[in-house]
């Protein structure tokens, strides 16, 4: 059974960094696109970051130079380090995947989804 499993949130001040990972398992097929989406309360899922199999990494623009996404495809996992953390970046981070290689930021062309891992910032 595919599995995408995130780890690495937690409570942290504004300014701090942390390194958000997920680990995939269970696919039968070669992983294309991966990326992480995020979800305020309230809000709808959005893009974050994502990277294609080879390794080339697209941003939104609210984390560009804050946000780095890298994968390794021998281990099947994705991670996102995450620096200079506001306020604003508090939510539900996910990880999700999908068979093409070409990257989206758009949720719907995604059909693997984790569960998430929490992210909160305090000012």
């Known amino acids: 059974q595919e599995q995408l499993v995130e780890s690495g949130g937690g409570s942290v001040q504004a300014g701090g960094s942390l390194t958000l990972s997920c680990a995939a398992s269970g696919f039968t097929e070669r992983l294309g696109c991966m990326g992480w989406f995020r979800q305020a309360p309230g809000k709808e899922r959005e893009g974050v970051a994502t990277?294609?199999?080879?390794?080339?990494?697209g941003y939104a623009d609210s984390v560009k130079g804050r946000f780095t996404i890298s994968r390794d495809n021998a281990k099947d996992t994705l991670s996102l380090q995450i620096n200079s953390l506001k306020p604003e970046d508090t939510a539900m981070y996910y990880c999700a995947a999908r068979s093409f290689s070409a990257c989206s930021m758009i949720v719907d062309n995604y059909p693997f989804w984790g569960r998430g891992t929490q992210v909160t910032v305090s000012s």
């Open positions: 990277v294609d199999r080879i390794g080339r990494p």
